[in-house]
């Protein structure tokens, strides 16, 4: 299995206070990303990384921040927590190959977030 | 604006049955992938498809990629229990670095 792990796993808040949510690697692998999974939505992407600092935003970016300063943290901050952010998130890693070919992701195991 | 789309959303079927899951993309893309996620937990990789005609097996799963029609499609041949999972697709959008998931297809297999 690729090295990722999250924290926190699991979470409960109150709204209006700010939370953050740590992605870890191990594989060194270049981009990171910021997913939420909402029933009848799939995942969607909050934001990415394709770099020690470098970030971009993805569809539902609104109301989230990143930071990643070294290639193995992926950081995802709700400045401002609120109940409609209540919801599953995943960080998931993936590299190019010797092709500048995308590979497949690999995810992490989740964090289920409540906000109250 | 690429999207993804899947058919169908649900799918309740017997053991030993097959069925086919279709996977509709709106633009031109060089690979697509193919996840299982079992309920509670993360997803798990199942198929890279590179290019167009690639096909790829696994026990009871068959993946394979049509890129001129943009439809991929997952074939469950003789389905177990075991089956039982939310599969979904995704696309990589050519020349950014991001991945674009549908919806995802809800499988359970009766015993």
């Known amino acids: 299995d690729a090295g990722i792990t999250q924290s926190p796993r699991h979470k409960v808040t109150e709204t209006g206070t700010p939370v953050t949510l740590r992605c870890h690697q191990t594989?060194?692998?270049?981009?990171m990303y910021w997913y939420r999974q909402d029933p009848g939505h799939g995942l969607r992407l909050i934001h990415y990384?394709?770099?020690?600092?470098?970030?971009d935003k993805g569809e539902v970016s609104d109301g989230y921040s990143v930071s990643r300063s070294k290639t193995e943290d992926f950081l995802l901050t709700l400045e401002s927590a609120t109940s409609s952010q209540t919801s599953v998130y995943f960080c998931a890693i993936s590299e190019v190959d010797s092709g500048s070919s995308y590979n497949e992701q690999f995810f992490g195991p989740g964090t289920r977030l409540t906000v109250l | 604006e690429l999207k993804v789309e899947q058919n169908p959303l649900f799918l309740s079927m017997q053991e030993g049955k097959n069925y086919t899951i279709y996977c509709n993309y709106s633009?031109?893309?060089?690979?697509l992938y193919w996840y299982r996620q079992d309920p509670g937990k993360s997803l798990e990789s199942l198929f890279v498809?590179?290019?167009?005609?690639a096909v790829k097996q696994e026990g009871r799963l068959m993946a394979s990629l049509d890129t001129k029609a943009r439809l991929s499609t997952l074939h469950i041949t003789a389905a177990v229990h075991d089956l039982s999972a939310t599969y979904f697709c995704?696309?990589?959008?050519?020349?950014?670095?991001?991945?674009?998931f549908g919806t995802g297809t809800r499988l359970k297999v009766l015993a």
């Open positions: 995704a696309v990589d959008s050519s020349g950014t670095y991001k991945y674009i």
């Open positions: 633009t031109t893309s060089d690979r």
């Open positions: 990384s394709y770099g020690v600092k470098d970030t």
């Open positions: 594989e060194n692998h270049r981009y």
């Open positions: 498809l590179l290019s167009n005609g």
